[in-house]
């Protein structure tokens, strides 16, 4: 498959000194856990033993009983011929852990065994993974627990085959602050801009390379959302009543198709009386925060001030949400939306469709993200820190001006001097304004 940065923090867990918690990888379905998981653990380990919750069922009720390891460690080399348990040489890999709860709750003799390493994945751990009536416990204390994410940009040019001295040359532009040559320009605005379309989960990913058909692209991620909106009706086992169940899971499909139509206004804030006549905030929150806990949105703040701390700053109930996958998200507008942007033609979803990949982009370097809005029209696209400093980031389909940081910059009272104009222009400084291009977004 493709290169992934996450290996870097396999290997920092595989080589942390003292007692050995269990590694826990958590994310979206299709975004390249079991293959990295066990690509990991085949270069670094003798052994691997690894069990599919979802694949196998007798492995499942294994853990039914007692977890005590010696006896789980022979009922699964019953189940799974030709695996071997050589102390503190094998790793055993749970994968789609959320399937069997109980496997989860095993972690915590492991560890204290000691014996086995252990690593454990699956999609909607943050929710059914920490169902209580289904298991004997969540194991805390023994969990290193790391998020994968889609691909970002850079993995994305290494999947394409670009050259870690183009990705090094790109850096040292934007460092110096120095134009990228004109060629190597168009050739990085083509590619984000494919990226933009395919997005960043690995399977998507491999087949646009393999076919460079964006019909077979738009398919597979109808397919994908699809599949998620089967999820969500799936795991919706936390509450007690079924009818309670039903009325979260309309809530949350109510907000999850919203998502392009409050991307489209002018003004992104999301508008819960746009879901129902009388939506409020209370009503649609959980269902938000379910969105958020499944891994494929982003919510972007409103601050009341631009200062530190912005966490302390932010607005709770006003903020915009933003798709995780930039690929999902153009795949839920028109059909034809992946051919305008590669040709140009962005029309009415422009802004909402840059805004949503360099929330993507931030998201995927674990930045929360925030934006400032003033009922007087005054609006940031994104206040965050770059290298320690709070900066302003403005995003621009097209050249635009940036009047409202213009704006900000000059106010002593705002605790800021410095902008960042995103946009297809070269490197470019005037004052304390910086213009790079959309794919140097990567480097913030």
């Given amino acids: 498959m493709y290169k992934r940065k996450i290996v870097s923090e396999f290997e920092a867990w595989k080589n942390s000194s003292g007692k050995k918690k269990a590694l826990v990888v958590k994310g979206l379905r299709q975004i390249g856990k079991t293959y990295s998981v066990r690509e990991f653990a085949k270069e670094n380990y003798e052994n691997v033993v690894y069990v599919n919750f979802k694949e196998n069922e007798g492995a499942k009720k294994i853990f039914d009983s007692d977890l005590n390891v010696d006896r789980i460690i022979v009922d699964l080399s019953a189940v799974l011929p030709g695996s071997h348990f050589v102390p503190n040489k094998t790793v055993i890999i749970f994968d789609e852990v959320q ?45 290193r627990i790391v998020y994968m994410k889609p691909m970002d940009f850079e993995e994305f040019l290494w999947a394409k085959g670009i050259s870690e001295e183009v990705i090094a040359y790109l850096r040292e532009c934007f460092e110096k602050k120095i134009p990228v040559s004109e060629a190597t320009h168009k ?161 009415f979803y422009k802004g909402a469709i840059f805004e949503n990949i360099i929330a993507d982009c931030f998201s995927k370097q674990d930045r929360k993200l925030y934006y400032f809005h003033k009922d007087t029209g005054l609006e940031i696209d994104f206040v965050s820190k770059v290298q320690g400093k709070i900066s302003l980031i403005e995003v621009k389909a097209t050249t635009g001006n940036t009047k409202s940081a213009n704006t900000v910059l000059k106010n002593p009272q705002y605790e800021v001097n410095l902008c960042y104009k995103l946009s297809e222009n070269n490197v470019g400084i005037a004052e304390n304004r910086i213009t790079i291009p959309y794919y140097m977004a990567m480097f913030l």
């Fill in 99 to 143: 399937e069997c709860a109980n496997a989860r709750s095993s972690i915590k003799p492991f560890c204290e065994d000691g014996r086995f390493d252990v690593i454990a994945t699956g999609s909607l751990l943050g929710i059914k993974g920490y169902n209580k009536k289904k298991s004997k416990g969540v194991p805390t204390g023994f969990e």
């Fill in 187 to 347: 050739a990085m605005l083509r590619y984000f801009k494919e990226y933009i379309c395919v997005g960043g989960l690995p399977y998507i990913v491999d087949r646009f390379i393999s076919t460079n058909d964006m019909n077979v692209v738009w398919q597979e991620q109808h397919d994908i959302l699809e599949e998620y909106k089967d999820d969500f009706g799936k795991h919706l086992d936390e509450n007690e009543e079924e009818e309670v169940d039903l009325s979260l899971l309309g809530r949350i499909n109510r907000v999850f198709d919203s998502i392009p139509a409050q991307l489209a206004k002018e003004n992104k804030k999301f508008v819960f009386s746009a879901l129902e006549k009388k939506g409020r905030a209370e009503k649609y929150l959980p269902a938000i925060q379910w969105l958020c806990d499944f891994g494929v949105i982003n919510l972007c703040h409103n601050l009341s001030a631009i200062s530190d701390p912005l966490e302390g700053n932010k607005i709770d109930n006003v903020f915009k949400i933003y798709m995780q996958d930039s690929g999902l998200f153009v795949s839920m507008l028109d059909r034809d939306s992946a051919a305008k942007i590669l040709s140009g033609d962005l029309g």
